[in-house]
């Protein structure tokens, strides 16, 4: 069974093991077959859904027998645990098979993941971008240190090298964003704590 996309699975084959008499030509059922698929459509479709909880970056989701998480409906090479720890930020689900002998699977709803973290809340509140929406990025640093810079994509895979920045309180110009086509960026901001915060730049 593929857990690919984000689709809510129930697995019929379980449920109809073992009573061929029910299905006379071995694909429809009879009226006795018909009443098993309902009451299985109707006990998968009535579970609660799963629910995500977030602390910081650390994400969890209520106990299952399997697990497979999404990003964007994508799903996340490897994310197969009751917990995720988020990366970059976007809309996080997970699907979680309900039952410890079938493959009936159920995803939850979206989760938007807007900041990473406590400390990377307070470092995304002393930095500005600007303009927003704009054809040259300034950073505006509230407070003066050290940072390293770099562009990621939606996906998260870097698309320039860092740069490294020691300034005082003031502003700063990322010159490798000029080279960049129109479209939504990540800028990923590290200091020297290793506090991380990432903002979304549109150029123009």
């Known amino acids: 069974m593929s857990y690919e996309n984000a689709v809510n699975i129930i697995d019929m084959h379980q449920a109809t093991m ?29 579970t609660p859904k799963p629910v995500i909880s977030q602390a910081g970056t650390l994400l969890s ?28 930020l976007g809309n996080y689900s997970v699907g979680v098979k309900v039952s410890e002998i079938a493959e009936d699977f159920l995803i939850s709803t979206q989760l938007n993941v807007e900041t990473l973290g406590i400390s990377a809340h307070s470092l995304s509140e002393s930095i500005i971008v600007s303009p ?24 998260g895979q870097n698309i320039t090298s860092d740069e490294i920045v020691s300034t005082e309180k003031g502003s700063y110009k990322m010159t490798s964003m000029e080279k960049l086509a129109s479209g939504l960026y990540m800028i990923k901001i590290v200091d020297e704590d290793g506090n991380s915060t990432i903002k979304k730049w549109h150029k123009k």
């Open 18 to 46: 073992g009573i061929s008499e029910q299905f006379p030509d071995g694909v429809h059922p009879n009226g006795a077959g018909s009443g098993v698929i309902a009451a299985k459509d109707f006990t998968i479709l009535t």
């Open 61 to 88: 989701v209520t106990q299952g027998f399997g697990y497979q998480w999404y990003l964007n409906g994508t799903a996340i090479a490897g994310a197969t645990g009751q917990t995720y720890t988020a990366s970059i």
């Open 132 to 155: 927003n929406p704009g054809d040259a990025l300034q950073l505006f640093f509230t407070d003066g240190g050290y940072y390293k810079l770099s562009v990621v994509s939606l996906s």
